[in-house]
């Protein structure tokens, strides 16, 4: 299965694709703002992730500067 994310500034011309992936026959799920910010949240965690081990002090330092 594939997904796609669409994003238009015009809600007319996002409305014809919906119209389209309707007639054949696709799934559609039209996201709140909480989900789209989740989504964007859990891609950037994943990228963030290094699996290296970081130590609480001297971040804190940094970030308190």
């Known amino acids: 299965m594939e997904t796609a994310i669409l994003k238009s500034s015009s809600k007319k011309n996002l409305n014809i ?3 389209l992936a309707k007639k054949l026959e696709m799934n559609i799920k039209i996201l709140s703002q909480d989900e789209i910010e989740d ?4 891609m950037a965690i994943k990228k963030g992730r290094t699996g290296k081990f970081v130590n609480t002090e001297s971040f804190l330092k940094k970030i308190r500067k």
């Open 17 to 19: 694709i919906l119209d």
């Open 39 to 42: 989504i964007g949240l859990a």
